[in-house]
């Protein structure tokens, strides 16, 4: 048996909108049924919202500092670094402290 991916289902249909509920009539569902479906919308939302202040920051810096492209990306190249840097650092540190207190 063949289940259908999220991928074969961007192809056909065009968009993710039948995948979210294509993966929850799965037999083990990769969302974990629907009691954590309201997580997953709100770390959506929130995904959406930090991509837009980075878009419309862009746009501001660039616009009213009169940045070039280039010193727009070479100033948020640190931002960019911490991003990437913080979740590779936070899981040993989650390890030898643990969440509980």
Same mark, same amino acid.
């Given at each position: 048996?063949?289940?259908?991916?999220?991928?074969?289902?961007?192809?056909?249909?065009?968009?993710?909108?039948?995948?979210?509920?294509?993966?929850?009539?799965?037999?083990?569902?990769?969302?974990?049924? #629907?009691?954590?479906?309201?997580?997953?919308?709100?770390?959506?939302?929130?995904?959406?919202? /930090?991509?837009?202040?980075?878009?419309?920051?862009?746009?501001?810096?660039?616009?009213?500092?009169?940045?070039?492209?280039?010193?727009?990306?070479?100033?948020?190249?640190? /931002?960019?670094?911490?991003?990437?840097?913080?979740? #590779?650092?936070?899981?040993?540190?989650? #390890?030898?402290?643990?969440?509980? #207190?």
């Amino acid at each position: 048996m063949r289940l259908c991916t999220v991928e074969d289902d961007v192809l056909l249909h065009g968009s993710t909108d039948g995948a979210i509920t294509g993966l929850l009539r799965l037999p083990d569902p990769l969302l974990a049924g #629907r009691a954590k479906l309201g997580n997953y919308f709100a770390i959506v939302l929130f995904s959406m919202a /930090m991509e837009g202040i980075a878009f419309f920051l862009t746009l501001f810096v660039q616009r009213s500092w009169h940045y070039s492209t280039m010193h727009t990306v070479l100033a948020f190249l640190p /931002m960019t670094a911490l991003l990437v840097a913080c979740p #590779r650092a936070s899981d040993p540190l989650q #390890r030898r402290f643990g969440t509980a #207190r």
